[in-house]
């Protein structure tokens, strides 16, 4: 089995490409620097795994490379946590996520000996953002599209393969919820706590919609293998929690107290528009269609998980 990675060496690409060595996947990354990408990949992984010059926005020269591939899974996409978002930096966003869809629809356009499977990345933002969510009002794949900045990136970010749907090959869309593991998001919570001031941001009454890195990759993997996937499958665990819960779960595993919470103003000054919709807002998100499918969760809890990632 051959698989493609666009966006590779990020955060879930790199789990995703150990994982995938360990199925006996033959794994492609594609970088702009492909010597310089090799040095992302874990230890021991990384001369396993074959990289593949491209600019992100070349459809000719990405078809050379997805040519017969059994999955191409595409995660390009610019951090939306690495700064404010200027007018600068949202247009980054955007276009980072709708120039590397258009150019791999185009890719496989070019092709007669097509991808058997895209794994289209995009996130939970899509279903917009609440300040609460009762427990009886969750959102599932069926659900449409919310209000906001995020909902619409991802909204373009999923039209931008859409021309693939009738062109043969099988496209899966993934909307990620906040992916736990050893960097990401994870590590942003971790500081305060350490030093023993750490707790809930906001009212921590908004709901965090989450998922273990290991469920993360193995979900895609499944999705890959299991041809009757198609459409969109949330990436979430079953059990969202609250913010509070969230804050209060982190410092039981670390043995640390959560109770200095960050007023929702300060956080409006100091990171404006990004404060509302990642921090102060959330969605509860229930992976309904990928259990159906019948895939497992290893870590379905809170604690289990956050225990998995930081305790030796």
């Known amino acids: ?3 493609v990675l666009l966006g590779g060496s990020g955060f879930i690409g790199r789990a995703l490409t150990s ?88 890719a496989i356009s070019m092709l007669e000996d097509r991808p058997k499977v895209v794994i289209q990345s995009s996130a939970i933002g899509f279903y917009g953002a609440h300040p609460t969510s009762p427990e009886n009002n969750y959102v599932t794949e069926d659900s449409s599209a919310g209000q906001g900045f995020l909902a619409s990136v991802c909204k373009e970010w999923e039209d931008s393969t859409a021309c693939m749907d009738t062109s ?22 971790l500081p305060p706590f350490k030093f023993g001031v750490g707790g809930p941001l906001g009212n921590g009454k ?36 609250t913010m509070d819960t969230f804050c209060r779960t982190l410092g039981s595993v670390l043995g ?14 100091a990171l404006g528009e990004m404060a509302e919709e990642l921090i102060l807002q959330g969605q509860r998100v229930l992976p309904e269609k990928l259990l159906e499918s019948g895939f497992c969760f290893s870590y379905p809890s809170l604690d289990d998980a956050l225990a998995n990632i930081l305790r030796p």
Not at 42 to 60: C, N, T
Not at 169 to 189: A, D, Q
Not at 256 to 269: G, T
């Open 1 to 3: 089995m051959r698989a």
């Open 19 to 106: 994982r995938l060595l360990e199925n006996d996947v033959h794994v492609v990354v594609t970088s702009r620097n492909p010597q310089h990408g090799r040095y992302l990949i874990p230890e021991g992984h990384s001369f396993h795994v074959d990289f593949a010059l491209w600019d992100g926005k070349d459809p000719e020269q990405l078809s050379t490379h997805i040519k017969s591939a059994d999955a191409v899974i595409n995660l390009i996409g610019s951090n939306i946590a690495a700064g404010r978002w200027t007018e600068e930096r949202k247009e980054e966003i955007r276009n980072s996520r709708v120039s590397a869809g258009n150019a791999l629809c185009s």
């Open 168 to 189: 043969g090959t099988r496209r899966v869309i993934i909307r990620s919820g906040l992916v736990l593991g050893n960097g990401g998001v994870l590590h942003k919570f």
């Open 206 to 241: 908004q709901v965090m919609s989450w998922i273990h890195i290991q469920d993360q990759v193995d979900a895609i993997i499944h999705i890959i293998k299991t041809s009757s996937c198609t459409g969109v499958f949330n990436l979430t665990s079953p059990n969202p929690e």
């Open 256 to 269: 640390k107290p959560s109770w200095l919470r960050v007023p929702a103003p300060l956080l409006r000054i």
